[in-house]
């Protein structure tokens, strides 16, 4: 199988070409107002059970930043020497290189590298190369090299650990725009992701904008019980809250209304 752009036309792929989808602008810039913890029980609700990136935590990013974007997505397989020649011989061909010159504002690279944490699957060039094309960020369920100089780019970048080993030392570049994996979940291109000190979360496109619905909702609700609870309310009457405090978060909304 060659290395390509596949997007979700390959065979077998026609089968879920249905929930790739195109989410807003409008609907991306408010899930910034939703934190990764209520991502996930809105997705919970929504019946989609497993939706965090297992061990994929943040490297870097600025202070109180939310990761938010569309999925951009690399696949890795595992190294196989014989096919080390051919990839060189690729050169700019090569998967990896391609996706990263296609790349644009608002988009997240996700790199499937199955776990494995003997290499980099980035180091600081090529990581400079995605900031100049102002991608929203930076996921991956391996490693990430030159960590010291990723750290100070002021982009978000998750990942699972870091290594000093180039990714040809044990991964090769295979796919681009596919469908992979990453920290087992499954993640379709265009699928939005949002990631903050929690970790991250795949909403799938078609759920995007009842995330940010519903996600909105709770973060309003949650923040108006925290402040009950600071004032003294039992867990027992404010977490869920009963009757009372219910009555009393409509009568605030309806004095603070959304901007």
């Known amino acids: ?7 979700l036309d390959g065979y077998g792929r026609d089968v879920y070409a249905s929930a790739k989808g195109d989410v807003d ?4 810039e408010r899930l910034r107002g939703v934190s990764v913890a209520t991502a996930w029980s809105v997705l919970s609700k929504a019946g989609i059970l497993h939706p965090c990136m297992a061990g994929v935590t943040p490297l870097s990013g600025p202070e109180g930043f939310p990761l938010v974007g569309r999925a951009r997505t690399l696949r890795y397989l595992p190294l ?5 020649p051919l990839l060189r011989a690729a050169g700019h061909a090569n998967p990896q290189r391609q996706l990263f010159e296609l790349v644009g504002p608002g988009d997240i690279v996700v790199i499937d590298a199955m776990g494995q944490t003997e290499a980099g699957t980035l180091g600081d060039i090529l ?5 100049a094309r ?7 369920d391996g490693c990430v090299r030159d960590a010291p100089f990723i750290k100070r780019m002021g982009i978000p970048v998750f990942t699972k650990s870091v290594h000093p080993g180039a990714n040809t030392s044990a991964l090769l570049p295979f796919e681009f725009d596919g469908p992979v994996q990453c920290g087992g979940v499954t993640v379709l291109p265009g699928d939005i992701i949002l990631g903050d000190e929690d970790g991250v979360v795949v909403i799938p496109a ?23 609870v600071e004032n003294g309310e039992s867990l027992r009457d404010a977490y869920p809250p009963g009757p009372r405090l219910r009555e009393a978060y409509e009568a605030w909304c309806r004095e603070n209304p959304h901007r």
């Open 1 to 7: 199988m060659a290395a390509t752009e596949s997007g």
């Open 206 to 228: 078609h759920l995007a904008a009842k995330v940010a619905d519903d996600g909105l909702e709770q973060e309003r609700l949650e923040g108006f019980l925290r402040k009950q």
């Open 134 to 140: 102002n991608v929203a960020g930076i996921v991956t």
């Open 25 to 28: 602008e409008a609907t991306i």
């Open 80 to 84: 196989r020497e014989d096919l080390l």
């Open 127 to 131: 990581a400079t190369r995605l900031k």
